[in-house]
Every structure is written in structure tokens, then in C-alpha cells.
């Protein structure tokens, strides 16, 4: 009983998780990442941000489309 408690616990959790993920617009997007250089930037550089790094954001649209009005 206790198993089947767990195992039903587990499959809400990850209905939960990929109900949030399709609201989030997360499956709009072909990859996480624009470029190899936005992935290194983001799981390391991005404790001592640069102008080169900001020109690169800017240039390579890592960050999407800004949207005015929100918070």
C-alpha cells in the first residue's frame, strides 16, 4: 500500500512539473541554449560579467524578446 502511495505521489509530481513547464512556454523553444557560448557563460561567467559578455548577449539574443509592462 505504501509503494502504491509513492508511485501515485511520483506520477502527480511529474504531471505537476511538466503542466508548469508547457505554461511556461519551455516546449516553444528548439534548445535551451543559443550557442555554445551562452552555455558556458551561464553555468560559469556569469560571476564576472564583462562588456564583452553583455556585447555577446546582445548580439546573439541570448535573452528573447524583452516585453515592456511586466514585472
Known sequence: M???FV????ILFLAGCGAA???S?????DSLYKSWTHL?????GYRNVS???V???KTQNWWGITVEGTK
Open 7 to 10: 508511485v501515485m505521489m511520483a
Open 40 to 44: 558556458k557563460f551561464s553555468n560559469c
Open 55 to 57: 556585447d555577446k548577449t
Open 51 to 53: 562588456q564583452k559578455d
Open 25 to 29: 512556454g519551455f516546449y516553444e523553444h
Open 21 to 23: 513547464a508547457r505554461e
Open 2 to 4: 505504501k509503494r502504491l
